[in-house]
């Protein structure tokens, strides 16, 4: 990592949110540059009492500084974006209120500064608190015009500030207006990419699930048989796979009917899930047929994970919409071998299987 990254890091976080309040800050802190540089201007070409100008430039880079700090600690002092907006609008209200007090004949300028501020507000704050920082400011100034009036006539004429404070209270108002559309506007956006993230969640879902028992499906099954195999052979993990077979399936269809025998479908992914491990994958393969992977799990435990998924099957009672059903399965079990295909693999456990039916049904053949 360059030193102009360790430097990024330390300055504004790795946080994306955290980042982002730290940009918000600093074009914020550029604002106030601009203020500051007004300001130094005034009291360069005497329009500007310098001590004032210098008091006022000193509490500004301050009150900049000092408030790095709550913007970079936000997540430790659970500061929500907008408490921290609202005390920055307050200050930069302040701030630029009183920079307008004291510039003399350039004082409409600062005008502009003040809506700017209130416009990056807007990213942070709702409709409501918009508002009220509007009205603040607005307040603010008007208080700030009338005292300077009474203060110095004839360097605050009543009719320009007048005409200054209905340009500020227009612009603010026009502001406010805004930022309430903006903010409707964002909470569409933001209510409409979490539908949109619900559809997509929805849609790979029903790409990766078996619509009858919401068991993994084949697609996705040999996708992540793929990825087993492959960490398999870097690795040398062991891999087992076994393919599994309700006994005389057709007959519950044939006796009991096509929805009955969903039904038994529904039933046997459910308890036969109930008997594998956290880190098994068990997938409907086709029909009756279903296929379970074991990862990092040697012939002996897999052969152990499939007995208890036998004796549990067995010991179950299956709804046939009449009377219960004794179910039972037979398996086959192999390991992967190493730089052999997948499919070789998935062909030795159905040899496997197809010996277990032969043998007599109800039980796990290990290859």
Same mark, same amino acid.
């Given at each position: 990592?360059?030193?102009?990254?360790?430097?990024?890091? /330390?300055?504004?976080?790795?946080?994306?949110?955290?980042?982002?309040?730290?940009? $918000? &800050? /600093?074009?914020?802190? =550029?604002?106030?540059?601009?203020?500051? #540089?007004?300001?130094?201007?005034?009291?360069?070409?005497?329009?500007?009492?310098?001590?004032? +100008?210098?008091?006022?430039?000193?509490?500004?880079?301050?009150?900049? #500084?000092?408030? $790095?700090?709550? +913007?970079?600690?936000?997540?430790?002092?659970?500061?929500?974006?907008?408490?921290?907006?609202?005390?920055?609008?307050?200050?930069?209200? @302040?701030?630029?209120?009183?920079?307008?007090?004291?510039?003399?004949?350039?004082?409409?300028?600062?005008?502009?500064?003040?809506?700017?501020?209130?416009?990056?507000?807007?990213?942070?704050?709702?409709?409501?608190?918009?508002?009220?920082?509007?009205?603040?400011?607005? /307040?603010?100034?008007?208080? %700030?015009?009338?005292?300077? *009036?009474?203060?110095?006539?004839?360097?605050?004429?009543?009719?320009?500030?007048?005409? *200054?404070?209905?340009?500020?209270?227009?612009?603010?108002?026009?502001?406010?207006?805004?930022? !309430?559309?903006?903010?409707?506007?964002?909470?569409?956006?933001?209510?409409?990419?979490?539908?949109? /993230?619900?559809?997509?969640?929805?849609?790979?879902?029903?790409?990766?699930?078996?619509?009858?028992?919401?068991?993994?499906?084949?697609?996705?099954? *040999?996708?992540?048989?793929?990825?087993?195999?492959?960490?398999?052979?870097?690795?040398?993990?062991?891999?087992?796979?076994?393919?599994?077979?309700?006994? &005389?399936?057709?007959?519950?269809?044939?006796?009991?009917?096509?929805?009955?025998?969903?039904?038994?479908?529904?039933?046997?992914?459910?308890?036969?899930?109930?008997?594998?491990?956290?880190?098994?994958?068990?997938?409907? &393969? @086709?029909?009756?047929?279903?296929?379970?992977?074991?990862?990092?799990?040697?012939?002996?435990? %897999?052969?152990?994970?499939?007995?208890?998924?036998?004796?549990?099957?067995?010991?179950?009672?299956?709804?046939?919409?009449?009377?219960?059903?004794?179910?039972?399965?037979? !398996? @086959?079990?192999?390991?992967?071998?190493? @730089?052999?295909?997948?499919?070789?693999?998935?062909?030795?456990?159905?040899?496997?299987?197809?010996?277990?039916?032969?043998? =007599?049904?109800?039980?796990?053949? *290990?290859?």
């Amino acid at each position: 990592m360059t030193f102009a990254s360790h430097l990024s890091h /330390a300055f504004v976080g790795t946080d994306a949110r955290l980042r982002r309040q730290v940009v $918000y &800050w /600093a074009i914020t802190v =550029g604002l106030y540059a601009v203020c500051v #540089l007004l300001l130094v201007f005034q009291s360069r070409v005497g329009v500007a009492d310098p001590d004032v +100008v210098s008091m006022l430039v000193t509490i500004l880079v301050a009150g900049t #500084l000092l408030f $790095y700090l709550p +913007v970079r600690m936000s997540g430790r002092l659970a500061l929500s974006p907008s408490m921290l907006a609202m005390a920055q609008a307050v200050f930069a209200i @302040g701030c630029i209120v009183a920079a307008y007090a004291v510039v003399g004949p350039a004082r409409a300028s600062t005008l502009a500064i003040l809506v700017v501020v209130l416009v990056f507000c807007a990213f942070a704050l709702t409709p409501r608190q918009s508002y009220g920082m509007s009205m603040f400011a607005i /307040a603010l100034l008007g208080a %700030a015009m009338v005292a300077m *009036n009474r203060l110095e006539p004839d360097r605050y004429p009543a009719s320009q500030e007048l005409v *200054n404070f209905t340009l500020a209270a227009s612009m603010l108002a026009a502001v406010t207006f805004l930022t !309430g559309r903006l903010s409707l506007l964002r909470d569409k956006l933001k209510t409409q990419r979490a539908e949109l /993230a619900q559809a997509l969640a929805r849609i790979q879902e029903l790409a990766t699930r078996d619509d009858l028992t919401l068991l993994t499906n084949r697609r996705h099954m *040999n996708e992540l048989l793929a990825y087993e195999k492959e960490r398999h052979d870097r690795k040398g993990h062991a891999l087992s796979v076994a393919l599994l077979d309700i006994d &005389w399936f057709k007959r519950v269809n044939d006796a009991c009917g096509h929805a009955a025998g969903d039904e038994v479908l529904r039933d046997f992914a459910q308890q036969a899930l109930s008997a594998v491990r956290a880190t098994d994958v068990l997938a409907r &393969w @086709g029909g009756e047929e279903f296929l379970l992977m074991l990862p990092d799990t040697e012939p002996q435990a %897999a052969a152990l994970v499939l007995e208890r998924m036998r004796t549990r099957i067995a010991a179950h009672a299956f709804s046939s919409g009449e009377s219960p059903l004794k179910i039972s399965f037979s !398996g @086959g079990l192999t390991v992967a071998r190493k @730089g052999e295909a997948i499919a070789a693999t998935i062909a030795r456990a159905d040899a496997a299987l197809y010996a277990a039916k032969a043998a =007599g049904r109800d039980r796990i053949v *290990n290859v």
